[in-house]
């Protein structure tokens, strides 16, 4: 499996608070693979199904979820370094009138070399039309850009990883692309030079430590946007501009990093373009049932509004999404082309394979047996999936019990029926007379002070 070999660990970048969590099952009615439970008045992330969303940490009131990420202060290790900025990166910035702003402050911060995402945006949307034309792909293509719905896809819908495009997400072949070009610059050998990806997500973190389509990543840091943002403002805010252009992408780069900029970089008119993990859940499902027709590529972003509504942000996402609008709106269509042929390091050298974490068991007569005791117990329950047991929903909580995680009496409603039906018991023995005639007979067998009849 991609990233995901035998014999290594799987890296997440989600992680737990359990100081700041006051165990509410907000997160647990979110989470869109059911990867959540809380447990002892605590959440538990299930890290088998866990796809790295972030969507716990946008909901959870007590902030208890977390990303974990690189910091700025460990490229130091690295002689030469490259920041790579995501497109969504300049919708963080109001009144932000050109690129080269951002580019000549990360410069101003320390990197030694700046290479945009969004350039190999324009190279991906290249091969993608090249793929298409040429007839080498499905007929219904989904984006391989958005590592959270990949994981996704794994997990609760791998029929359907054939339709996933097979190109490296934009941000890897950047970060291939600029080591490469540094190394012929500089002379350094690679682990000399550092690749930072400046994240505006926890799943493309995830995305770095533990790669899907390939054995190894070239990001070498991954840091969040919320961290380099106070940074690079006050950079940006120096004198110091340099005479010629940092940025080399076009409109169809920078719209990428809101939704619907992918697809309509097909330069195809079927296409679909949906955002929000629910709402990319539900377009999945429908494809799996065949009720989508027509269309040849669909871009599935798991944030609100495309990359822009990550969690690492900093700007409202649809803000930031209007200022990547107008920031493209003057500029060249594209400026990056792969020519005749797609060069090898777009392309994915490993296959995507289903994370089969939601089977009950290996073995299929146990499966089904299993799954039966699951139905046999959903009908006890109640079926309001009120969450009070801590599992999402009554069926989850049916699972939980034949995995042999929970019992029945996590279910507080079943719970309250059985307590009711001992309290009905007991009065009904209150009640009948041979209760009392059996604690007078004790008495008398067993009362020390009662004297003997002669």
């Given at each position: 499996m991609?990233?995901?070999?035998?014999?290594?660990?799987?890296?997440?970048?989600?992680?737990?608070?359990?100081?700041?969590?006051?165990?509410?099952?907000?997160?647990?009615?979110?989470?869109?693979?059911?990867?959540?439970?809380?447990?002892?008045?605590?959440?538990?992330?299930?890290?088998?199904?866990?796809?790295?969303?972030?969507?716990?940490?946008?909901?959870?009131?007590?902030?208890?979820k977390?990303?974990?990420?690189?910091?700025?202060?460990?490229?130091?290790?690295?002689?030469?370094?490259?920041?790579?900025?995501?497109?969504s990166?300049?919708?963080?910035?109001?009144n932000?009138?050109?690129?080269?702003?951002?580019?000549?402050?990360?410069?101003?911060?320390?990197?030694?070399?700046?290479?945009?995402?969004?350039?190999?945006?324009?190279?991906?949307?290249?091969?993608?039309?090249?793929?298409?034309?040429?007839?080498?792909?499905?007929?219904?293509?989904?984006?391989?850009?958005?590592?959270a719905?990949?994981?996704?896809?794994?997990?609760?819908?791998?029929?359907?990883?054939?339709?996933?495009l097979?190109?490296?997400?934009?941000?890897?072949?950047?970060?291939?692309?600029?080591?490469?070009?540094?190394?012929?610059r500089?002379?350094?050998?690679?682990?000399?030079?550092?690749?930072?990806?400046?994240?505006?997500?926890?799943?493309?973190?995830?995305a770095?430590?533990?790669?899907?389509g390939?054995?190894?990543?070239?990001?070498?840091?991954v840091?969040?946007?919320?961290?380099v943002?106070?940074?690079?403002?006050s950079?940006?805010?120096?004198?110091?501009?340099?005479?010629?252009?940092?940025s080399?992408?076009?409109?169809?780069?920078i719209?990428?990093?809101?939704?619907?900029?992918?697809?309509?970089?097909?330069?195809?008119?079927?296409?679909?373009?949906?955002?929000?993990?629910?709402?990319?859940?539900?377009?999945?499902?429908?494809?799996?049932d065949?009720?989508?027709?027509?269309?040849?590529f669909i871009?599935?972003?798991?944030?609100?509004?495309?990359?822009?509504?990550?969690?690492?942000?900093?700007?409202?996402?649809?803000?930031?999404a209007?200022?990547?609008?107008?920031?493209?709106?003057?500029?060249?269509?594209?400026?990056?082309?792969?020519?005749?042929?797609?060069?090898?390091?777009?392309?994915?050298?490993?296959?995507?394979?289903?994370?089969?974490?939601?089977?009950?068991?290996p073995n299929?007569l146990?499966?089904?047996?299993?799954?039966?005791?699951?139905?046999e117990?959903?009908?006890?329950?109640?079926?309001?999936?009120?969450?009070?047991c801590?599992?999402?929903?009554?069926?989850?909580?049916?699972?939980?019990?034949?995995?042999?995680?929970?019992?029945?009496?996590?279910?507080?409603?079943?719970?309250?029926?059985?307590?009711?039906?001992?309290?009905?018991?007991?009065?009904?023995?209150?009640?009948?007379?041979?209760?009392?005639?059996?604690r007078?007979?004790?008495?008398?067998?067993?009362?020390?002070?009662?004297?003997?009849?002669?």
């Amino acid at each position: 499996m991609s990233g995901e070999r035998k014999g290594e660990r799987y890296f997440h970048s989600v992680t737990l608070d359990r100081e700041s969590c006051r165990g509410c099952i907000t997160c647990v009615k979110r989470c869109p693979t059911e990867a959540i439970r809380v447990r002892d008045g605590k959440a538990r992330i299930l890290k088998e199904r866990c796809i790295d969303c972030g969507e716990c940490i946008r909901v959870c009131p007590h902030h208890a979820k977390r990303a974990i990420t690189d910091h700025l202060d460990q490229w130091d290790r690295f002689q030469y370094k490259i920041a790579l900025p995501p497109p969504s990166l300049y919708g963080q910035f109001h009144n932000l009138d050109d690129v080269d702003t951002v580019l000549e402050g990360l410069r101003a911060m320390g990197f030694d070399d700046v290479f945009e995402v969004s350039q190999a945006a324009e190279l991906v949307s290249d091969a993608t039309r090249k793929l298409m034309s040429e007839g080498l792909l499905p007929r219904t293509v989904i984006s391989s850009a958005c590592p959270a719905v990949l994981r996704l896809i794994q997990v609760r819908f791998p029929q359907l990883l054939e339709n996933v495009l097979p190109l490296h997400a934009p941000v890897e072949l950047a970060a291939r692309m600029a080591k490469r070009r540094a190394a012929l610059r500089t002379g350094l050998s690679p682990e000399k030079i550092g690749a930072i990806f400046i994240t505006p997500c926890p799943a493309k973190v995830t995305a770095a430590k533990s790669p899907l389509g390939s054995g190894h990543s070239d990001i070498d840091l991954v840091v969040s946007v919320s961290e380099v943002y106070p940074r690079l403002l006050s950079a940006m805010n120096r004198d110091g501009a340099s005479d010629s252009s940092l940025s080399h992408s076009g409109r169809i780069g920078i719209d990428w990093g809101r939704s619907g900029g992918e697809a309509a970089a097909t330069l195809h008119e079927k296409y679909l373009a949906a955002d929000g993990i629910e709402n990319v859940i539900r377009i999945l499902e429908a494809m799996e049932d065949e009720k989508l027709h027509g269309l040849e590529f669909i871009e599935l972003n798991a944030c609100s509004a495309g990359c822009v509504g990550g969690v690492l942000n900093i700007e409202n996402p649809y803000v930031a999404a209007t200022r990547l609008k107008r920031l493209g709106r003057y500029r060249a269509v594209s400026c990056n082309h792969i020519g005749d042929r797609i060069p090898p390091q777009a392309k994915w050298d490993q296959d995507l394979s289903p994370r089969p974490v939601m089977r009950l068991d290996p073995n299929p007569l146990k499966a089904m047996e299993m799954l039966g005791q699951m139905e046999e117990i959903e009908k006890k329950l109640y079926g309001l999936d009120c969450g009070s047991c801590g599992a999402p929903s009554c069926r989850a909580l049916a699972e939980d019990i034949v995995r042999g995680h929970s019992t029945e009496d996590a279910c507080i409603y079943v719970l309250k029926d059985k307590l009711e039906l001992v309290m009905e018991r007991m009065m009904s023995l209150n009640l009948s007379g041979s209760a009392p005639r059996y604690r007078q007979k004790n008495r008398e067998k067993t009362d020390p002070l009662k004297e003997e009849k002669p």
